[in-house]
């Protein structure tokens, strides 16, 4: 357990401080800035207290949860996720790469048509 | 005959003028000559060094990798209506008098590929280096079933018939396994021609670093799932 804590932690902070160099440069707003330290910030304190979960199960009224069927849906809602952005990222790199390919052909072209 | 140069560099300012002006000024069956160098997104003087010497820049705005930069190339000796493409590394590690022998080799062969093969000098290659290669050119026929004694290297030569068969997507250093695939797809003639390879303090600092090579790896695998 003290493992995952401090991988939960490392990587917590990690996330946290790249969050606000982004934001200090520019490249990041403060309402997703504030997103990620909630969501990094609930899943530190998930690591060191993991109780809160049943905590939270209980004070909503069902019982019928288990930690094991909580953390399985989160799985694959993580796993979801993660192939929605590569599926994006995938697509998004190809059309870079296609436009920069094409920018540099274009000046080929344009010398040609000089000529 | 036109014959297309291309010379992917990142960088490169150091070597690109040398290695540009090494390129023989006449070769045997070409009657006309380009250069191109493609600018992989440097932040030095390799463009303007290149253009000064005598190449023609096709600049990347941004560093996308050395396939990227080879398929620019390969499209731009499309355009011209290249007769053969020739792949050079712009760190110096390759001898450019050697172009002559694989322009030769298409010409008279009618070879569609010739692969510089770096063994002559394989003694002189870094043990680490040397290594990944070997994992690489595995590598390069598990999953391609063509076996070449050196898949990663950057020196080749193709004909008008495979500038024009080639499908290429990779963006880095796999490129050089995907054209290994592509030749045994499209069942292309080749020939692996024994290169010298000038290594210096500059080159051996330059190229591949052995950790990319799982990296490499991983695109290749997505690359054959994803098509």
């Not at chain 2, 870094?126 to 999953?143: D, E, S």
Request: aromatic share 10%.
């Amino acid at each position: 357990m003290l493992f995952t804590k401090i991988v939960a932690l490392i990587i917590g902070l990690v996330v946290i401080v790249k969050t606000f160099t982004d934001y200090r440069n520019k490249e990041e707003n403060l309402q997703m800035v504030l997103f990620w330290v909630i969501v990094w910030g609930l899943t530190i304190y998930v690591a060191f207290f993991p109780t809160v979960i049943g905590e939270v199960i209980a004070r909503l009224g069902n019982k019928n949860y288990t930690i094991g069927q909580i953390v399985g849906t989160g799985f694959v809602f993580i796993l979801f996720i993660t192939y929605r952005i590569y599926v994006k990222a995938n697509r998004l790199e190809k059309q870079l790469n296609h436009l920069i390919r094409k920018i540099a052909l274009n000046g080929l072209k344009n010398n040609k048509k000089k000529k | 005959m036109t014959l297309a140069i291309l010379i992917p560099a990142y960088n490169e300012e150091e070597a690109i003028t040398r290695v540009i002006k090494a390129i023989p000024k006449k070769i045997a069956g070409i009657s006309k000559k380009a250069i191109f160098l493609i600018d992989d997104g440097s932040s030095d003087q390799t463009s303007q060094l290149a253009r000064k010497a005598g190449a023609e820049v096709l600049t990347l705005p941004i560093n996308q990798g050395v396939g990227t930069a080879t398929i620019t190339g390969i499209e731009a000796a499309k355009f011209i209506d290249a007769d053969i493409a020739l792949t050079l590394d712009g760190d110096g590690q390759h001898d450019p008098r050697e172009i002559s022998k694989i322009v030769g080799l298409i010409l008279k062969k009618k070879y569609d590929v010739v692969i510089g093969s770096r063994i002559i000098n394989r003694n002189l290659m870094p043990k680490y280096k040397l290594a990944g290669n070997f994992i690489m050119n595995w590598i390069t026929f598990a999953l391609y079933g063509l076996w070449v004694k050196d898949s990663q290297s950057g020196f080749k030569g193709f004909s008008k018939n495979a500038i024009q068969k080639l499908q290429l997507s990779s963006q880095g250093y796999e490129i050089c396994s995907e054209i290994i695939g592509e030749i045994q797809r499209l069942k292309l003639k080749y020939f692996e021609m024994p290169i010298k390879t000038i290594y210096t303090k500059y080159s051996k600092n330059k190229g591949q670093f052995s950790l990319n090579g799982v990296n490499i790896v991983l695109k290749l695998i997505i690359k054959l799932i994803s098509g």
